[in-house]
């Protein structure tokens, strides 16, 4: 199964994100939003960091678990390869999410080729078919 | 969806269903059919549904697609009845543009224009990796915030004189950053003073054109072939971090149903999550305009160094295009404070507005319009009939009309910067990838915009200015 596909968009980027599972689904997600920003296969998984967002529905989940890659980029200079054992948990009527965040800190072997302002969620979707797909629009 | 001709530059969405107000669109025919290429329009009228909104919801010639409220969207708001939207301001609060005069032609400076943008390229950081100044404390970001540019001016980075040429002089009263989330300032801290990357950009430029000769030496721009550096960007990972915050905070004390766009979310003027969002956007305003002021000490640092001396290297004006305002504006005849969001839009206060400095108080102040990487851009003069016509406001600049996905598919960074170079354009850049983006061919035709704003009198022209250096984040 491909792991996520761009479409277009006038001003910013678009892509949905595929997997078995929500939680594949979200670390492909979170592959497609890095790769905005640099090659995710070029990076080293030198460090890890142990990753917990919640939310109060799926969507507002995904925009904070996608927003944590910006947030670490520019507060910790991280560079995210891989976005492991995600875990989403709902309780009532909250969700809450678990990953393990692999990749390294940027040095200039690195090269970075975009930047994103914010992730939206305009035409953000989140849905099960035979596969579970999610939608997101990021603001560069 | 109705859309009413009223004039030949002036469209109208009248009324209907939710709509508390109707819509204006100022538009050619030309940019009409851009803008309703994507959901430009439909955005607009679900600005017009929205609580407390006054008179009419504008939409600028430049307008395309934003989140919750378009990109090129002006609307008021009754500061009683009405609502603050960290989506009616954008992302990036207080992008902005600042301009530079300077002494130099386009001759002094022909030998030295490669060694000048390389110097620039060295001096103002862009990129990953790349920070404005040594590591900042905590308190030091905070007061970054409170005192905006008056910080940099304390701290060595330009001159009181640059204070009064900019929008606000520099500082918005109202920050307060104990509203700040602990991600912002974290984001802030290294960010301050760079460029940033994306449409953001610095540009050594000449006058092309003067079409207003008296206004155009209110403004300090003398003769064609004059040299004059403009500076867009804005507030970084801080603004970014406050919209997400705010955005966040109000759907979860206010929730979302019933809101056709979670993005248009908001908060009543006067409740305490709407105060805290303006207090906090005020702040990521002044670290904005102090993102500006040292960038453009850098510039005239690199000058001196370069070229012998940075005399005359005067602002000629800073303004923010993605703000939410307390102003005085005239709803039945009467003068009231309401709150002003402007997205993607330029404030055009005409001659005589007690916000502009005595220096430009008779001709209106300066508005600054950057076109896309590589084209000219304009400086025009604010009007009265703004005032009238949009609430004092007008374009902010090109306006995408490709995507970033489509424009790489056609376009190579490497291409663009030899054909720049073959119109005697330098560039620097810190990414090919992201050059193909911003190719000038996937933005709206910045000459179009202008003239619409022009004919239409809601920001007269002045001057046309095209790059000899361009530096993109």
Redesign the interface.
Known sequence: MQKYR????????KFQAFGKTLEEAFSNAALATASL?WDPKKIEKKKELQVEIAG?DI??LL??FL?EI??L???K?FLLSSAEKVRVKKEGSRYSLKALFRGDE???KY?????I??????E?KVEKRDHFMVQV?V?? | MELKKINEYTWEIPKSGNMKVPTIIYASARLLDDIKRDLTLHQAKNVACLRGIQRTAYVMPDAHQGYGFPIGGVAIFDMDEGIISPGGVGYDINCGVRLLRTDYSERDIQEKRKELLAEIFRAVPAGVGKSGITRLNRNVLLEVCVKGAEWAIENGYGTKEDLIRTEEYGRMKGADPRYLSQRAIERGIPQLGTLGAGNHFLEIQKVSEIYDQQVAQVFGIDSEGQILVMIHCGSRGLGHQVASDYIRSMENKFGIRGLPDRELINAPIRSGLGQQYYKSMCAAVNYAFANRQMIAHWVRDVFAKVMGSSEGMDQIYDVCHNVAKFEKHKINEQLKEVCIHRKGATRSFGPGREEIPDVYRSVGQPVIIPGSMGTASYILAGTEEAERLSFGSTAHGAGRVMSRHEARRRFRGERIKEELERKGIELECTSWRGVAEEASQAYKDVDEVVRVSHEVGIGKLVARVVPVGVMKG
Do not use: P, R, W
């Not at chain 1, 761009?6 to 980027?13: C, E, I, M, P, R």
């Not at chain 1, 090269?111 to 930047?115: A, L, M, Q, V």
């Not at chain 1, 302002?117 to 305009?122: D, P, R």
């Open positions: 761009f479409l277009s968009h006038t001003a910013d980027a920003m109060n969507k507002q925009n904070c927003e910006i947030y980029l520019d507060s200079m940027y040095s200039n090269e970075i080729h975009g930047n302002k914010a992730i939206t969620y305009n953000m629009v603001d560069v």
